[in-house]
């Protein structure tokens, strides 16, 4: 008889670790003999590990194995995570094989156990009046989304409720709150939110959160709030029937919908693309590289690095100071993968040159008193385009977290439910000083330097630099789109202690071929940048550091 090995993704949670466990020894029991050994475990996050699964079916002699993945619907996890997993087993156990089981949904026994558990909720109210809104995972795979649409009209065929409605807890939408406000909006005074989800975890305490929130801001309701499938008997005899599927060799598997195979309206490059080991952004840690994995997965991530972006993802990319190889290799590796770039003025422009064919480039200018794209506007298309399942990139100028309104960016994809990354880049505040031949910091000259943004002059209602202490202060000082302001700046700090004659050096289009940088002193500085046309992008360094200047007066920057 061929063993059974019961994968599981794995939780933070020790109640759902626990769930597990009960689950595993219940099949054990149900089984009856029927199956030839059976043991569980997880890929990450969680013990028991699936290696040590393996290996205690290995040294009991079993060569031929079925190995379930223990998830509803086929998704990233089920089609690359655990697939992953188990070829790593087959590589350590010379040998072994195994018969790879299909997801456990949609399935009669799973919409028997949902309505049990809505009714247990419902106490005794009638379903006629009940509207239910089934909450699943979420996932960049749109088929997996639509095996959750499918299970919640199977739901609502034949037991009477009002309506059911699908929704998801993260990466897909309609949100918990979208789906809750849709069946208030449709007339539903009684709602039982019915989590989609087998164990306790992390995103099932988020969807009760989430429900208990909307219901206190809508007393008028009453909503409550279903328990998880969880262990029992009708889930271990599930897990039995796909067990046997898979020794007869009987999995038929849906790939007429599937995103890998078949090429669907915003996905269209991940045909014959191969699923690879991923980090889900809700996953409370980071992902595959908890303490309880093992070394060999860790040096296979690093053997076979993969770009973090994914469909429906943004990485927020800092692209340098200008030049297109001052960008990181992970800022360009997510760059050629991008199938949407929503670029800045300021970001390097020949980074666009290298694109795929077909990327979409998305303008997000800000000219200093020209056309100007609003940042309601900017986070609404990142938004927009990873809802579609594109995979976004915010190429900007230097580093996204240096005055380039970064933060602001992630804070719109996180509220939207979108999953977002951060790739640091070299921020001009540094480069360009350096592209000068100017240290920032010197031995014996200057043992700390401070970055200020000069768009708003000394005075303004608005500006939160203190100039007074940076009067005070004996460190560099890097002035950032400061064109305009420079002569009032330098006026604020001669009042508060700097020397009128220190060294000050301006730096335009640093790191182009038509790179100038300019000489001056603090009490000439306004004078000099007039009467040299300086424009921006320019960086005022000021201190002296500024001294170390080699160029002369706007020569042209050596390449």
Wanted: include cysteine.
């Amino acid at each position: 008889m061929t063993a059974l090995v019961i994968v599981g993704h794995g939780t933070r949670s020790a109640e759902g670790v626990a769930q597990f466990a009960a689950l595993v020894e219940r099949v054990r029991t149900r089984a009856g003999g029927t199956v030839g050994d059976v043991e569980g475990g997880f890929i990450e996050l969680s013990r028991p590990p699936l290696t040590d699964a393996v290996g205690a079916l290995v040294g009991r002699g079993h060569r031929a194995l079925v190995a379930l993945p223990l998830v509803l619907t086929a998704a990233g996890h089920g089609k690359g995570d655990i697939p992953a997993a188990l070829a790593r087993e087959v590589q350590r156990h010379p040998g072994l094989s195994y018969a790879y089981g299909r997801p456990l949904g949609p399935h009669p026994r799973l919409q028997t156990a949902l309505a049990e558990r809505i009714d247990v909720a419902l106490a005794g109210a009638d379903r006629a009046g009940t509207w239910v809104a089934l909450i699943g995972r979420g996932s960049t795979d749109p088929d997996a989304n639509a095996e959750v649409a499918k299970v919640a009209r199977l739901l609502w065929e034949g037991r009477g409720y009002a309506g059911v409605e699908p929704g998801f807890i993260s990466l897909a939408e309609p949100s918990v709150p979208a789906v809750l406000d849709r069946l208030r909006r449709l007339g539903a005074r009684r709602i039982v939110v019915a989590p989609y989800f087998l164990f306790a975890g992390v995103l099932p305490d988020r969807i009760r959160a989430q429900a208990r929130e909307f219901a206190a801001a809508h007393p008028e309701l009453d909503l409550r709030v279903a328990d998880l499938i969880g262990d029992c008997d009708a889930l271990a005899d599930l897990v039995l029937e796909r067990h046997a599927e898979a020794v007869r060799g009987d999995i038929r598997m849906n790939c007429d919908t599937c995103a890998y195979r078949v090429s669907m309206p915003g996905f269209v490059d991940k045909v014959g693309r191969p699923q690879t080991p991923h980090d889900h952004p809700d996953d409370p840690v980071g992902g595959h590289s908890h303490q309880h994995e093992h070394q060999h997965q860790h040096e296979q991530r690093h053997q076979h690095p993969e770009p973090a972006l994914r469909p429906g993802a943004v990485a927020i990319v800092g692209g340098g100071p200008g030049p297109a190889d001052l960008i990181t290799v992970r800022g360009r590796a997510l760059l050629e993968a991008a199938d949407v770039v929503v670029v800045d003025r300021l970001a390097p422009q020949g980074l666009l040159a290298g694109l795929r064919p077909g990327v979409r480039v998305v303008d997000a200018a800000k000219s200093p008193r020209g056309p100007s794209v609003g940042q309601d506007a900017i986070n609404s298309a990142l938004v927009r385009h990873a809802r579609a399942g594109r995979r976004v990139v915010r190429l900007k100028g230097g580093d996204p977290y240096v005055f380039g309104r970064g933060h602001e960016e992630v804070l719109a994809c996180a509220a939207a439910g979108v999953p977002v990354t951060v790739v640091p880049g070299v921020t001009s505040a540094v480069a360009a000083a350096a592209l000068a031949g100017v240290p920032v910091t010197h031995r014996g000259t200057a043992h700390e330097f401070t970055v200020v943004s000069g768009h708003l002059p000394p005075g303004h209602p608005d500006s939160l630099v203190d100039w007074a202490a940076l009067g005070r202060a004996r460190g560099t000082l890097v002035v950032l789109m400061g064109v305009e302001t420079i002569g009032a700046v330098a006026v604020e700090l001669i009042a508060h202690g700097r020397s009128p004659d220190t060294p000050v050096l301006a730096v335009q289009d640093a790191g182009h071929p038509e790179q100038r940088s300019l000489p001056t002193r603090l009490d000439e500085v306004a004078a000099a940048v007039a009467r040299a046309g300086v424009g921006p992008p320019a960086v005022f360094v000021v201190g002296p550091v500024a001294a170390f200047a080699a160029e002369p007066v706007l020569a042209a920057a050596g390449h």
